[in-house]
């Protein structure tokens, strides 16, 4: 890509400037574009296909929806900024994007402090919606907890009983772990946890991780490194024979953004959560895999069908509502239903979670990539705490 | 037993890595005094040249290629860029650095792409060995046989060669080497190629053990550093023994106390430099400087105090012109003007350099949200008792510090803030981790934007004005005369450490209330308040804006926070940010405000 010439930059602005003046609606987009492009660029490219194709029907009931996107270059303090920004010059009608928990959690801060709609789409944590939710946010993505208990009702079926984790040291791992070791612990009380790796983010030394693995011989390592940590796991844990003989369960490995890159050595038999775009046959996904390949002419990534269900959503939320009254769309989105390429999904009255859910299956090596086989999609509604438990574990407000 | 061994050569191989990334980096300061931030970006580099070279030819051919290649490259930044900078003041070419790292991330995403390439393994050395019936990977013990071999090749270099007695003789004393005769600037070109080569060979020779990222750069940047650190500065055996002593550290360290991973290192520099001020193999500077130079005290000229007047008024005026947002805007930039502030002080007017100011500004903003939340008290006391919880902290860091001095209290002021950062992270029943801290928002009558900004103006400005005060007065002369002549001055019986303890006291207060405001503007606090990202901001916007320059804090916060926000609307942003500093960097070397200044003084001298 070139840089775009100045005469380009000016005719953008003169263009988004004729059109504030047009019947638009405009939704606000924040997200960690330049730290983390991997995940956020298949990302960014779903939603800007939703835009089309809500644009291409005549928009919402004749108006049409302009997203304004924006990097936070992975700084909460830029967010909230960029936020403000958003909502107070550029006259958003809502809030969206975030990838990082604590992003999600920053701008779910400013949107219940300046009364705005925030429809967070990547962000994982938990606290996003139950310890630290409030009324103005809604979260589309499973969240760690759900991918997790999924997991973990899979590894009840196996024979392990000795397991041993890994997780990056922050949040995200700890949530991953302690939801994984609550779910086990309530569905096979015999498991015994025999020891549990901590490598800081990104800067795992694989080597030495593994070894400490070994040392206290598992029947199941539960994993939850992913990225360049993945790699660096997959490869020092084959060439040491870690993996064989044993369970492995490994959250979000089957997720095209990191089962792509290991190729032909992408590990055999491991019990993921992901999404295997290329084995799904329904019509409504068949379509949106076509749409894709053709539009951006690249496969299909997990962030992908989040960006693309995020835009969905607020369509339909727009579609419902005929208002961007903040009041009126919080009470169309509570229990609004999306049709998405993976069936409908509900918003959740209760906790504001979508019941987006995900695909578990195992990881085989097919025609020298990495796919998951055997898979079965698992909606998110049958892995959620019930409604009354799910409100007991929000804030009163 | 032979678990243990295992689990050593296993750490060592992971130290051969360490070493060589860190073995670039000391031999580049070593002989030109540039502390290279851009280091991770080569090893990068590395990885990713490797990469494609070995797609086509191998893995075999694509390690010493990606070397020589990423040579190539460290020679064309110092030819272009840092040699045209060597006559600035200290420590300003790691601005021109900061700005080449923001290039390569670019770059890197526009060439590769975002996705991490996993390269391919090394053939011949795919399998194991069985050592006391523990499996060994081949590769491991290569990387070790490697780490080996470069450290004797740079033994016999530096021992052996003319070239690598220049160098040694460079590292020693620079001007004196120019004295005899040589010349220093193809000395300094083959040192870069060298090190960057080093860097691109780390980079390579990781490709069998971990897929080639975008992350790698920041990843190995302030480890690498602490390796250099430990070792001592310039010392290229210390740097060996230091990257063992870390790897060893978190080999073994994982068997007991798996958490220790996000600490491990900087805690064995804080350990290793307040045992051994100069590293394990560093010596103290040997040539005091040469000359006494005396700085000509920072104070503003006539034109200095009409323009701060006029736009003390413009902050005052701006509400009732601005929108929210620029409203907003600009009291981030107040923010972070009083945090730069205070790090220009301890810089600029104590010749006190902090790599981790972001620590002062994270427990300023903790203790904001902490005092909020858990004690239940009002925004009024703890934006009181934020700078008071800052001031206590930089303290402690500083009761350390004072004994060192130049890049060594740097690291040590580093090391400090990771600790706390990892505290942040790590202690979630107080912190909340890395979910942070919410709902800190401002008392009712400060709350609104308008509100909030004026409370903002009025603590800023007051902090900034109080600063420049004391850089003028009596305790700025004498800390003046510390930094510039520290023998003269213990000779009239100035208590040097003292003055130094004290500035810092009151640079870590300063970030404390900003870090403080901070919070209460944004509603929450985080760990990457006290993140070096964080330090870094601070340290680019006090050398970009001119660290002898009154102003320079806080032109450099306004052009740095200007910058950023006005290019982020752009795609490749990071790349025109980087280039924007580079070509400051270039074209202002005594930073903005000093540039701007030695202008204003040239015209009016050409027109009288």
Request: no cysteine; hydrophobic share 50%; aromatic share 10%.
């Amino acid at each position: 890509m070139k840089f775009p010439p100045l005469a380009a930059i000016a005719a953008v602005l003169a263009i988004s400037v004729t059109q504030a003046n047009a019947e638009t609606i405009r939704i606000g987009e924040i997200n960690s574009y330049t730290r983390l492009p991997a995940f956020t660029e298949p990302y960014k490219k779903g939603w800007q296909m939703a835009l089309e194709e809500i644009n291409a029907k005549g928009g919402i009931h004749g108006d049409k929806l302009e997203v304004i996107s924006r990097d936070d270059a992975g700084k909460p303090g830029n967010a909230v900024k960029i936020a403000e920004e958003l909502v107070k010059r550029e006259k958003v009608a809502l809030l969206t994007g975030t990838f990082f928990s604590h992003i999600g959690l920053a701008v779910s801060d400013y949107a219940k402090q300046n009364k705005v709609l925030f429809v967070a789409a990547e962000p994982l944590t938990d606290a996003l919606i139950w310890s630290k939710g409030n009324d103005y946010t809604f979260r589309l993505r499973p969240s760690t907890y759900m991918q997790a208990a999924m997991l973990a009702a899979e590894a009840a079926k196996t024979d392990a009983v000795k397991w041993a984790t890994v997780a990056p040291n922050y949040a995200y791992g700890k949530d991953a772990v302690a939801a994984f070791k609550q779910v086990l612990k309530k569905l096979k009380p015999s498991v015994e946890f025999v020891d549990e790796q901590w490598p800081a983010l990104f800067k795992i030394d694989a080597g030495v991780t593994v070894r400490a693995l070994e040392a206290a011989k598992p029947d199941g390592i539960y994993n939850v490194t992913f990225g360049p940590d993945l790699g660096a796991m997959v490869r020092e844990g084959t060439v040491r024979g870690l993996y064989e003989n044993r369970t492995v369960i490994s959250l979000l490995t089957g997720e095209p953004e990191y089962l792509e890159p290991l190729k032909a050595e992408a590990p055999k038999g491991w019990i993921v959560t992901g999404y295997p775009w290329y084995s799904i046959d329904t019509p409504e996904h068949n379509a949106f895999k076509a749409a894709y390949e053709k539009r951006w002419g690249e496969t299909l990534k997990m962030g992908s069908l989040v960006g693309y269900n995020t835009m969905l959503s607020i369509g339909a939320l727009l579609e419902k509502a005929k208002s961007t009254d903040t009041d009126k769309m919080i009470a169309t989105m509570k229990g609004l239903k999306v049709a998405t390429p993976q069936g409908e999904i509900v918003y959740r009255a209760a906790d504001h979670q979508a019941t987006m859910g995900s695909w578990v299956g195992r990881t085989d090596v097919v025609n020298g990539g990495g796919q998951m086989v055997d898979w079965r999609y698992i909606d998110g509604a049958e892995v959620l705490p019930t409604a009354a438990e799910a409100k007991a574990m929000r804030p009163a407000d | 037993m032979g678990f243990y061994f295992a689990q050593f050569l296993t750490g060592l191989a992971s130290a051969s890595s360490l070493f060589l990334v860190a073995a670039g980096l000391s031999i580049i300061f070593g002989v030109t005094r540039i502390v290279n931030f851009a280091h991770g970006s080569l090893f990068m580099l590395g990885a990713f040249i490797a990469y494609s070279i070995s797609q086509k030819f191998g893995f075999w051919l694509a390690v010493p290629l990606a070397a020589l290649s990423v040579g190539a490259v460290g020679w064309a930044m110092e030819r272009t860029v840092l040699s045209r900078l060597y006559g600035a003041p200290e420590l300003f070419q790691l601005v021109a650095t900061f700005g080449l790292v923001l290039i390569v991330q670019d770059a890197a995403l526009w060439i590769w792409g975002p996705t991490d390439l996993l390269g391919p393994r090394a053939p011949g050395l795919t399998g194991v060995v069985r050592i006391f019936d523990q499996p060994i990977p081949e590769y491991d013990l290569f990387l070790i046989a490697v780490g080996v071999s470069v450290l004797a090749a740079i033994w016999w270099m530096f021992t052996r060669t003319r070239f690598g007695i220049l160098v040694r003789a460079a590292t020693e004393d620079r001007e004196m080497l120019q004295a005899l005769g040589v010349r220093p600037a193809r000395l300094f070109q083959a040192t870069f190629f060298i090190g960057a080569a080093l860097a691109g060979l780390g980079g390579a020779l990781e490709m069998p053990r971990q897929p080639a990222s975008l992350l790698m750069d920041l990843n190995i940047i302030a480890e690498a550093f602490v390796v250099v650190v430990i070792g001592g500065m310039g010392s290229v055996t210390g740097a060996f023994l230091a990257a063992l002593l870390i790897a060893e550290l978190n080999a073994f360290g994982i068997l007991i106390l798996p958490e220790i991973t996000l600490v491990a290192a900087f805690a064995a520099m804080a350990v290793v430099l307040v045992i051994r001020p100069y590293g394990l193999l560093g010596r103290p500077a040997t040539s005091a400087p040469h000359a006494v130079e005396i700085q000509p005290p920072q104070t503003l000229g006539q034109t200095g105090r009409i323009t701060a007047l006029g736009l003390v008024i413009a902050l005052v005026v701006l509400p009732f012109v601005a929108g929210d947002f620029v409203i907003v805007l600009t009291a981030d930039i107040m923010i972070f003007a009083l945090f730069a502030a205070g790090l220009h002080f301890m810089m600029g007017t104590g010749g006190l350099v902090s790599f981790g100011h972001a620590a002062f500004f994270g427990i300023g903003a903790y203790a904001a949200a902490l005092l909020v939340n858990n004690a239940g008290l009002g925004m009024e006391i703890a934006l009181f008792l934020a700078p008071v919880f800052a001031a206590i902290g930089a303290a402690v860091v500083g009761w350390f510090a004072v004994r060192l001095s130049g890049v060594y209290l740097a690291m040590l002021t580093l090391a400090a803030a990771q600790i706390l950062w990892s505290a942040s992270v790590q202690w979630q029943d107080v912190t909340g981790g890395d979910d942070g801290i919410l709902g800190i928002w401002p008392a009712a009558w400060a709350s609104g934007t308008t509100a909030y900004y004026y409370l903002t103006f009025a603590l800023t400005t007051s902090g900034i004005v109080s600063l420049m005060m004391l850089a003028r007065g009596r305790f700025g002369i004498l800390l003046r005369a510390g930094r510039d002549a520290p023998a003269r001055a213990q000779a009239l019986g100035i208590d040097i450490k003292l003055r130094n303890w004290t500035a810092i006291v009151i640079a870590g207060s300063a970030a404390g209330l900003a870090g403080g405001i901070f919070a209460f503007s944004k509603g929450s606090v985080f760990p990457d308040t006290l993140a070096i990202p964080n330090s870094v901001d601070a340290l680019v916007m006090v050398l970009l804006g001119g660290l002898h320059a009154p102003a320079g804090p806080i032109l450099g916060a306004g052009v740095f926070a200007l910058l950023e926000d006005s290019l982020s609307r752009l795609p490749y942003w990071r790349a025109l940010l980087g280039a924007a500093v580079v070509g400051i960097a270039l074209f202002a070397p005594g930073g903005i405000a000093g540039s701007l200044s030695k202008w204003l003084r040239r015209r009016r001298e050409g027109t009288a």
